[in-house]
Nanobody
């Protein structure tokens, strides 16, 4: 079965950094997109950044551009989300998901639904 395990959340001060990890196992194809979403209290889940394992195309939401970087260690089947200059409004539960195809915009923008999800990891940013 496909498994995704997110880790790396924690509590930081505004302006600090965190790196989230998403370990992916047993995905049925080498061509898939890994997505980072987040959900803040009282808000809808939001696509933050997505990356294709096939061509390394990436997508960033406006809220992530310039501060967050998505990367992948293919040997470890792990995708990272490096978050810098964190703000209190970044406080949320962060989830990683994956689905087939090189479609980062399609999945991150919400046009496509993602079938495989890991448990979330909480990021708390205090001012």
């Amino acid at each position: 079965d496909v498994q995704l395990q997110a880790s790396g959340g924690g509590s930081v001060q505004a302006g600090e950094s965190l790196r989230l990890s998403c370990a992916v196992s047993a995905f049925p194809t080498d061509d898939y997109t890994v997505a980072w979403f987040r959900q803040a209290p009282g808000k809808e889940r939001e696509g933050i950044s997505c990356s294709s394992t096939f061509n390394n195309n990436t997508y960033y939401a406006d809220s992530a551009k310039g501060r967050f970087t998505i990367s992948r260690d293919s040997a470890k089947n792990t995708v990272y989300l490096q978050m810098s200059s964190l703000k209190p409004e970044d406080t949320a539960v962060y989830y990683c998901g994956a689905d087939v195809g090189a479609r980062p915009y399609y999945y991150c923008s919400g046009y496509g639904s993602i079938r495989y999800w890991g448990r979330g990891t909480l990021v708390t940013v205090s001012s």
